[in-house]
């Protein structure tokens, strides 16, 4: 079916099918378009001011993060999808997303199924990116409605917060796009602003990577200043999702397993860390997120804090 045939799609059956098969709690859809010059503008001064630290990736095929028809030749449609990782019980040393089974992969396996069941049923080529390729997720999740880029540089999700995955389909075939959801809906509140333990975030809606614990913790491979406040965390922080008053609670875990806590992780403490080896590193985290920092990386983080 080609996107001439966009009205004969139902948009609500259709996103039913997308959420049901991959288990997202939100979906929206966005028209394949270049972003428009304010959303470019600010991201190149943030390159350009080196706010991105040595994240070196990001400065990279600019040309495609600012149109996603460049990853799909004849792309029409941009299906924005978010996955709820929220933990009732979270870890003193770890970032709640990094709980559970590598979101990457996770995503980008039920992603990949609804890709197949929307093929199926009304044709057309596919993409499916999650965190990987060069787009603008937080951006296009905006622009598809289901969320808005609140002051922590998050998006915030209506009744559930910030604490979710996002993931997209870039599809052929065309489906009238849903409102885009403006501005950052957090008023006068400056919670997250007040609670950065370094600064990072200027009140803006903007963030200075170099400053953020996150980065700092994950991406920067540097040495880390030793009187960084970090409540303790070796990897990741989340505070300014803690602190956010749009940040629901949750009662259980994500409904998603494989994105659920794992006891192996929950049990970890400062001491196992100290004495982890290169094997149990593998084993601990085979198929997680905390690979990324490395083994050498997690001990470097946990001394800094010594």
């Given at each position: 079916m080609s996107s001439a045939h966009c009205q004969c799609i139902d948009r609500e059956a259709l996103r039913q099918t997308v959420a049901e098969v991959s288990g997202a709690v939100r979906v929206g859809f966005a028209r394949a378009e270049a972003v428009d010059t304010v959303a470019r503008d600010i991201y190149l001064r943030w390159i350009a001011d080196g706010r991105h630290g040595e994240m070196s990736y990001l400065e990279r095929y600019q040309d495609v993060r600012d149109d996603p028809r460049l990853l799909?030749?004849?792309?029409?449609?941009?299906?924005?999808?978010?996955?709820?990782?929220?933990?009732?019980h979270r870890h003193p040393l770890f970032a709640d997303y990094a709980l559970g089974r590598d979101y990457h992969e996770v995503v980008r396996?039920?992603?990949?199924?609804?890709?197949?069941?929307?093929?199926?049923?009304?044709?057309?080529?596919?993409?499916?990116?999650?965190?990987?390729?060069?787009?603008?997720?937080?951006?296009?999740?905006?622009?598809?409605?289901?969320?808005?880029?609140?002051?922590?540089?998050?998006?915030?999700?209506?009744?559930?917060?910030?604490?979710?995955?996002?993931?997209?389909?870039?599809?052929?075939?065309?489906?009238?796009?849903?409102?885009?959801?403006?501005?950052?809906?957090?008023g006068d509140c400056r919670a997250c602003v007040r609670a950065c333990p370094a600064g990072a975030l200027d009140g803006c809606g903007s963030i200075d990577a170099r400053r953020c614990l996150s980065y700092l913790t994950i991406e920067y491979r540097g040495e880390l200043p030793r009187r960084l406040p970090r409540g303790g965390r070796i990897y990741g922080c989340d505070i300014c999702q803690a602190v956010c008053p749009r940040c629901v609670p949750a009662a259980e875990s994500t409904p998603i397993a494989d994105l659920?806590?794992?006891?192996?992780?929950?049990?970890?403490?400062?001491?196992?860390?100290?004495?982890?080896?290169?094997?149990?590193?593998?084993?601990?985290?085979?198929?997680?997120?905390?690979?990324?920092?490395?083994l050498a990386g997690l001990k470097r983080n946990l001394q800094a804090g010594e």
């Amino acid at each position: 079916m080609s996107s001439a045939h966009c009205q004969c799609i139902d948009r609500e059956a259709l996103r039913q099918t997308v959420a049901e098969v991959s288990g997202a709690v939100r979906v929206g859809f966005a028209r394949a378009e270049a972003v428009d010059t304010v959303a470019r503008d600010i991201y190149l001064r943030w390159i350009a001011d080196g706010r991105h630290g040595e994240m070196s990736y990001l400065e990279r095929y600019q040309d495609v993060r600012d149109d996603p028809r460049l990853l799909l030749d004849g792309a029409t449609t941009v299906i924005s999808c978010a996955f709820d990782y929220r933990q009732p019980h979270r870890h003193p040393l770890f970032a709640d997303y990094a709980l559970g089974r590598d979101y990457h992969e996770v995503v980008r396996e039920r992603l990949t199924a609804a890709a197949e069941a929307i093929t199926a049923t009304y044709g057309g080529q596919t993409r499916v990116c999650v965190d990987t390729a060069p787009i603008r997720e937080r951006y296009w999740a905006a622009r598809a409605g289901i969320g808005r880029i609140g002051l922590n540089n998050q998006l915030i999700v209506d009744g559930i917060g910030s604490q979710v995955f996002l993931g997209e389909i870039i599809w052929t075939v065309a489906v009238e796009p849903d409102t885009a959801a403006e501005g950052h809906g957090c008023g006068d509140c400056r919670a997250c602003v007040r609670a950065c333990p370094a600064g990072a975030l200027d009140g803006c809606g903007s963030i200075d990577a170099r400053r953020c614990l996150s980065y700092l913790t994950i991406e920067y491979r540097g040495e880390l200043p030793r009187r960084l406040p970090r409540g303790g965390r070796i990897y990741g922080c989340d505070i300014c999702q803690a602190v956010c008053p749009r940040c629901v609670p949750a009662a259980e875990s994500t409904p998603i397993a494989d994105l659920a806590a794992r006891p192996s992780v929950m049990s970890l403490d400062r001491e196992a860390i100290a004495a982890m080896t290169q094997e149990d590193f593998s084993r601990i985290f085979t198929h997680s997120a905390v690979k990324r920092c490395k083994l050498a990386g997690l001990k470097r983080n946990l001394q800094a804090g010594e």
